[in-house]
């Protein structure tokens, strides 16, 4: 493959977990990678990859997504844009600052509302591209204390749904990947949590739940993961949801099967012992 017919993917939030399984997939499989992330300089680890391009990008500042966006295109044509960079928020709304709240909406929600908008214009030019999208399971059901995630999570998943129907019609592709619970430092690096008296226990009881060591056992490895994004970018079709994870599956299966209401009330009485 020369470079010229090489597919080129631009990657958000690439230093690691998900991000940076899906830099090294593409570029094992031939892609040219944009690997995007804050702190280019401090990845060392993937300076030297073939293929692999780092550049600096912090999605909550749009004047660096412009510039990141006229620097890879005028690079060549970017056939996939993955919408990756995310950023993990837990405990009461009351116990969130104005600061974690803002930053919440701004890296998983308006961080890839920008950079899709940014990148419209060059894949018109170009008579068509693919977005693909990093949402979660959290963005098809709920568990307590986790509701600004939650909702930037379940809007990332209106706003893409709705966007799919937009752009089909300029030629454009929109995708999300759904993934379950992954095996990466998510629980320690990247998840901030607010903490407040009045839920101490509360928090205390969801955080020991979702970071159970056998409940983490079940997690996917984020190559597992970066495999769906692949398919994702690579099956030609214009499948808009790709659940990620045995555990994402199984979890959203039994949403369906109970129904809404009866979901809810399991997950109240698995979490708190009531409904």
């Given at each position: 493959?020369?470079?010229?017919?090489?597919?080129?993917?631009?990657?958000?939030?690439?230093?690691?977990?998900?991000?940076?399984?899906?830099?090294?997939?593409?570029?094992?499989?031939?892609?040219?990678?944009?690997?995007?992330?804050?702190?280019?300089?401090?990845?060392t680890?993937?300076?030297?990859l073939?293929g692999?391009?780092l550049?600096p990008?912090?999605?909550?500042?749009p004047?660096?997504?412009?510039?990141?966006?006229?620097?890879?295109?005028?690079?060549g044509?970017?056939?996939?844009?993955?919408?990756?960079?995310g950023?993990?928020?837990?405990?009461?709304?009351?116990?969130?600052?104005?600061?974690?709240?803002?930053?919440?909406?701004?890296?998983?929600?308006?961080?890839?509302?920008?950079?899709?908008?940014?990148?419209?214009?060059?894949?018109?030019?170009?008579?068509?591209?693919?977005?693909?999208?990093?949402?979660?399971?959290?963005?098809?059901?709920?568990?307590p204390?986790?509701?600004?995630?939650?909702?930037?999570?379940?809007?990332?998943?209106?706003?893409?749904?709705?966007m799919?129907?937009?752009?089909?019609?300029?030629g454009?592709?929109?995708?999300?990947?759904?993934?379950?619970?992954?095996?990466?430092?998510?629980?320690?690096?990247?998840?901030?949590?607010?903490?407040?008296?009045?839920?101490?226990?509360?928090?205390?009881r969801?955080?020991?739940?979702?970071?159970?060591?056998?409940?983490?056992?079940?997690?996917?490895e984020?190559?597992?993961i970066?495999?769906?994004?692949y398919?994702?970018?690579?099956?030609?079709?214009?499948?808009?949801?790709?659940?990620?994870?045995?555990?994402?599956?199984?979890?959203?299966?039994?949403?369906?099967?109970?129904?809404?209401?009866?979901?809810?009330?399991?997950?109240?009485?698995?979490?708190?012992?009531?409904?």
């Amino acid at each position: 493959m020369t470079t010229q017919s090489k597919k080129t993917i631009f990657i958000t939030g690439a230093s690691s977990g998900l991000g940076n399984a899906t830099t090294k997939l593409f570029a094992s499989r031939g892609w040219r990678v944009l690997a995007t992330m804050r702190r280019p300089e401090a990845k060392t680890d993937m300076a030297g990859l073939t293929g692999v391009e780092l550049l600096p990008l912090d999605v909550t500042d749009p004047a660096q997504i412009t510039s990141a966006v006229a620097r890879a295109t005028a690079a060549g044509p970017v056939d996939v844009v993955f919408n990756n960079a995310g950023y993990g928020i837990s405990g009461p709304l009351e116990g969130l600052s104005d600061a974690q709240i803002e930053r919440s909406i701004q890296t998983n929600l308006l961080g890839p509302i920008r950079v899709t908008k940014a990148f419209i214009p060059h894949f018109r030019q170009n008579s068509g591209g693919l977005f693909i999208n990093t949402t979660s399971i959290g963005g098809l059901i709920t568990v307590p204390l986790n509701a600004m995630y939650h909702a930037t999570k379940w809007g990332l998943e209106g706003w893409s749904e709705c966007m799919a129907f937009e752009l089909s019609q300029v030629g454009i592709g929109m995708k999300i990947v759904e993934p379950g619970g992954m095996k990466t430092d998510f629980f320690s690096r990247s998840l901030d949590v607010g903490n407040h008296p009045a839920y101490r226990d509360l928090l205390d009881r969801v955080m020991g739940a979702i970071t159970d060591e056998h409940q983490m056992q079940q997690y996917s490895e984020p190559e597992q993961i970066a495999e769906v994004v692949y398919q994702a970018a690579t099956d030609g079709t214009d499948q808009l949801r790709y659940l990620a994870g045995a555990d994402a599956k199984a979890t959203y299966e039994t949403r369906l099967r109970l129904g809404e209401e009866q979901f809810r009330k399991a997950t109240a009485q698995q979490f708190f012992g009531t409904t």
